[in-house]
């Protein structure tokens, strides 16, 4: 028992890049999103040189899902290339760049522009280098996508800092666009993967064996018309050309999810969350068709089917998967986590729909659908934090 003790006690935040960045990452889910909420519901404003909304949008692209996307990449990375793993003294740095970034934001009043930038975008170099040698030794293509889409998202961040800095209100819109763009491009290729393939492991674990292949133009073609209906909408094509590649991409995408037996899968709430994530980048393609076709949407909805719904709900599910895996626990979540993947989905579906009732709903699902997402991820910290900090559970004493 005593051995049982000590060997739980021990630090393991800097093991891997998994257990320090999900771990900001749940919380900084909530921080910034309570604040807002503080600052929309109730005109308490936060000193900053962003305004509210744009503040908000910023830290949970470039924030937010900045820290899940490294502490993915981190973990996957090294199992993909077989290179060792970031730890110790170096995670510590990637950690506290993106800290430093964090520290800016919150105290751009104080700060001037340019240094608020540098501290900022700091970390998204950091971490493409930290990636990119494992990744060229090892001479994959299917991966060479990683530090194209990472230099991607540091030029998006880099024109919502000018924007901000100009007091350019266009160019920043356009950096926290392509930023979440480019985040939902990651799921659909990263997910394409460990969705189809966690979900036949789970029902082989009950005995199903399932079919994992896929025809080889269903990836180009899900990723082609994704990346033409949101560079379009992007850049501001005409209405029709938007609607017409957003459409298509929905479909692709929902004929893709329909091949991947998440029905069968529903008994594992850690299996069929994921298939709701990756079912919010077909609604959100769907709901950004409407808002350029017909109108009969706003695109904010749409964009919040992106953000809060397709993000926020892979994030936690793939968080909350990669973290049981990667500390040697069975792949079971406790029933507050299943809570958790509730309240952010019915969040995201609330603040995306509920202001669809009119201007006197507008307000309430802001609020409401923030605090249901907020709560979710609440629990995932309080669910997880000793997770990321223990070693592994199956770690020799």
């Not at 604040?35 to 900053?48: D, K, M, V």
């Not at 060479?144 to 998202?153: E, H, Q, R, S």
Request: charged residues 10%; proline residues 5%; contains cysteine.
């Amino acid at each position: 028992m005593s051995t049982q003790i000590s060997r739980r006690s021990d630090f393991a935040l800097f093991e891997l890049g998994f257990r320090p960045f999900f771990l900001l990452a749940g919380l900084y889910a909530v921080v910034p999103m309570a604040i807002w909420l503080l600052e929309y519901g109730l005109g308490i404003s936060l000193r900053s040189r962003w305004g509210g909304m744009f503040f908000h949008g910023h830290e949970m692209v470039f924030g937010f899902t900045s820290a899940v996307i490294a502490g993915f990449l981190l973990t996957a990375v090294p199992n993909w290339t077989g290179s060792a793993a970031i730890r110790g003294s170096r995670l510590i740095g990637l950690v506290a760049l993106w800290l430093f970034g964090r520290v800016a934001m919150f105290g751009s009043a104080y700060l001037s522009s340019s240094w608020v930038a540098m501290l900022d975008l700091a970390f998204m170099p950091a971490l493409i280098a930290a990636l990119t040698p494992s990744l060229y030794r090892a001479r994959q293509l299917r991966n060479a996508f990683v530090p194209i889409v990472l230099t991607a998202f540091f030029v998006a961040n880099l024109c919502s800092q000018l924007g901000s800095s100009r007091s350019d209100g266009d160019l920043t819109r356009l950096g926290l666009r392509g930023g979440a763009y480019l985040a939902v491009l990651l799921i659909l290729i990263i997910g394409a993967r460990i969705v189809p393939l966690f979900t036949a492991n789970a029902l082989g674990r009950a005995g199903v064996q399932v079919p994992l292949r896929s025809p080889g133009w269903a990836k180009a073609t899900n990723v082609s018309l994704a990346l033409a209906a949101l560079g379009s909408d992007l850049f501001s094509a005409p209405s029709g050309v938007v609607a017409g590649f957003s459409a298509a991409a929905g479909l692709a995408i929902v004929w893709r999810l329909s091949r991947w037996h998440g029905l069968q899968a529903r008994h594992w709430p850690i299996v069929w969350v994921m298939h709701f994530g990756y079912g919010f980048v077909a609604l959100g393609f769907f709901s950004l068709a409407a808002s350029r076709w017909s109108g009969m949407l706003p695109w904010s909805a749409a964009f919040h089917v992106f953000t809060s719904g397709a993000i926020g709900t892979m994030s936690l599910a793939m968080m909350s998967r990669v973290a049981l895996g990667h500390t040697g626990r069975p792949l079971q979540v406790s029933p507050m986590v299943v809570l958790a993947y509730a309240l952010v989905i019915v969040g995201a579906m609330v603040r995306s729909f509920v202001p669809l009732f009119g201007p006197a709903a507008v307000q309430a699902g802001v609020i409401s659908g923030g605090v249901l997402w907020v709560t979710g991820y609440a629990l995932f910290v309080l669910a997880y934090a000793s997770i990321l900090l223990e070693p592994r559970v199956d770690r020799p004493a």
